[in-house]
């Protein structure tokens, strides 16, 4: 009549059976369980042949693009840097040879980078610029006005340097004298 509580938590399905019933009953599969810490992967497709050599031909053509850009990279900053000292070397040429004058009031125009541009002389340095004496040469954005030695130093630095420079043998382009005030 009476039932034992084990019994009665057997029959609600919540107690623990015998060992000899837990044998006979069906095993429940265990969850996996992950190795070292690590979690468990399913195992990978093999890959053909052809996905192989895909794969390495990526591989490879990303290594190459790596490695020129890489070589772009240096030769940008080879090129920087020799421009930069190619500018330090002008300015320490030009510093306290510039002849242009506070005094100057006559424009002297030149053509440079599409553009006329002018530089103030006076009187005795315009004879001298319209000689050959004196040239133009630009440093930082600025046009000096220098000695013709020093102007060609200058060029031989860095060419673009050179802004004007007059041969007074040359024969005029356009029938226009040099010194004519426009």
């Known amino acids: 009549m009476s039932e034992s509580i084990r019994d009665q938590l057997l029959k ?17 599969p265990q969850p996996a369980r992950p190795h070292h810490g690590k979690p468990a992967h399913p195992p990978k497709p093999a890959k053909s042949a052809q996905e192989v050599d895909l794969a390495r031909a990526y ?25 930069k000292e190619r500018k330090q070397k002008l300015a320490a040429l030009l510093a306290g040879k510039a002849l242009n004058s506070n005094d100057a009031d006559l424009p002297r125009h030149f053509p440079h980078g599409n553009k006329i541009r002018r530089i103030y002389c006076t009187k005795e340095q315009l004879e001298k610029l319209n000689r050959g004496d004196l040239a133009v040469v ?45």
Not at 12 to 28: C, F, N, T, Y
């Open 59 to 83: 591989a490879q053509r990303a290594q190459v693009e790596r490695s020129e850009r890489e070589q772009a990279h240096r030769e940008a900053e080879r090129v920087a840097r020799e421009r």
């Open 12 to 28: 609600a399905g919540l107690g623990k059976k015998p060992k000899d019933e837990a044998k006979a009953s069906v095993p429940r």
């Open 138 to 182: 630009q440093l930082a954005g600025r046009y000096l006005l220098v000695e013709r030695e020093i102007a060609l130093q200058a060029q031989t630095i860095q060419p673009e340097a050179m802004v004007l420079l007059c041969d007074p043998n040359a024969p005029a382009e356009d029938d226009v004298p040099a010194d004519l005030m426009w």
